[in-house]
């Protein structure tokens, strides 16, 4: 589209200009790109990049830098590529990003922006088995984190709460969520009753109860079916 506006009859082909809605720095990138490769580019300036060329659809561009986001990958980088460039993060590129968010989710949750990271892109995180947790503790503080840095997130929090596993926090976290005040609105009640019903899983129904545990979800790095 860039170049079949710059050759063809629009109003960009005309005026030589089209407006580029990107920092200097961007710009800048891009037209090394095109006369030098993209071989020098900094780190910082690569989402944005990858945003314009898809943006312009200058596909070889678009692989090369999709080859270097991969090779340069950094937690903060991942970062800054879900705020920016969410959207992108399909296919084999997104296949190949949730395996590194997965796997380094630790160093990602300390990164400027993740309290900014979309929600859909949240539950497929913690939702997955090969999510990589010391333990599930640590996911849960990960959740809370993200709630606690943008106000009016309880709806969007309950849902995220949901598909963390209770069951695998120890027998001590879950009696101090209860015990505790914790949060209010949707997400304390929803913290209490899935703290409640986790804690049958360990220590079983309460007597004259029918109802059996649920069998607990383990992620494929704890070692036990809870994780002390």
Same mark, same amino acid.
């Given at each position: 589209?860039?170049?079949?506006?710059?050759?063809?009859?629009?109003?960009? @082909?005309?005026?030589?200009?089209?407006?580029?809605?990107?920092?200097?720095?961007?710009? @800048?990138?891009?037209?090394?790109?095109?006369?030098? @490769?993209?071989?020098?580019?900094?780190?910082?300036?690569?989402?944005?990049?990858?945003?314009?060329? +898809?943006?312009?659809?200058?596909?070889?561009?678009?692989? =090369?830098?999709?080859?270097?986001?991969?090779?340069?990958?950094?937690?903060?980088?991942?970062?800054?590529?879900?705020?920016?460039?969410?959207?992108?993060?399909?296919?084999?590129?997104?296949?190949?990003?949730?395996?590194?968010?997965?796997s380094n989710f630790t160093e990602c949750v300390k990164t400027e922006g993740f309290g900014d990271w979309p929600l859909h892109? $949240?539950?497929? %995180?913690?939702?997955? +088995?090969?999510?990589? =947790?010391?333990?599930?503790?640590?996911? %849960? =503080?990960?959740? $809370?984190?993200? +709630?606690?840095?943008?106000?009016?997130?309880?709806?969007?929090?309950?849902?995220?709460?949901?598909?963390?596993?209770?069951?695998?926090?120890?027998? =001590?976290?879950?009696?101090?969520?209860?015990?505790?005040?914790?949060?209010?609105?949707?997400? @304390?009640?929803?913290?209490?009753?899935?703290?409640?019903?986790?804690?049958?899983? +360990?220590?079983?129904?309460?007597?004259?109860?029918?109802?059996?545990?649920p069998p607990v979800q383990k992620r494929k790095t704890f070692p036990f079916w809870w994780a002390d």
């Amino acid at each position: 589209p860039l170049f079949a506006m710059l050759k063809g009859g629009f109003a960009e @082909g005309q005026q030589a200009e089209v407006p580029l809605d990107a920092s200097s720095a961007a710009l @800048g990138a891009f037209l090394d790109c095109l006369y030098r @490769g993209p071989a020098d580019i900094k780190k910082e300036v690569l989402p944005e990049l990858l945003r314009l060329v +898809h943006r312009w659809q200058v596909q070889s561009l678009e692989s =090369a830098l999709t080859e270097m986001c991969l090779a340069q990958m950094t937690p903060q980088l991942c970062s800054s590529l879900i705020l920016e460039c969410d959207m992108l993060l399909v296919g084999d590129l997104g296949e190949l990003f949730n395996r590194y968010v997965l796997s380094n989710f630790t160093e990602c949750v300390k990164t400027e922006g993740f309290g900014d990271w979309p929600l859909h892109r $949240m539950i497929g %995180l913690v939702s997955s +088995h090969d999510l990589v =947790a010391q333990n599930e503790e640590e996911v %849960l =503080a990960a959740v $809370m984190q993200w +709630h606690r840095s943008t106000p009016g997130r309880d709806d969007a929090t309950a849902a995220l709460l949901n598909v963390v596993r209770f069951p695998l926090l120890s027998v =001590a976290s879950l009696r101090a969520l209860l015990s505790s005040e914790g949060l209010a609105g949707l997400p @304390g009640i929803v913290i209490s009753r899935l703290a409640a019903a986790a804690l049958t899983s +360990h220590c079983g129904p309460s007597r004259g109860s029918p109802c059996e545990p649920p069998p607990v979800q383990k992620r494929k790095t704890f070692p036990f079916w809870w994780a002390d």
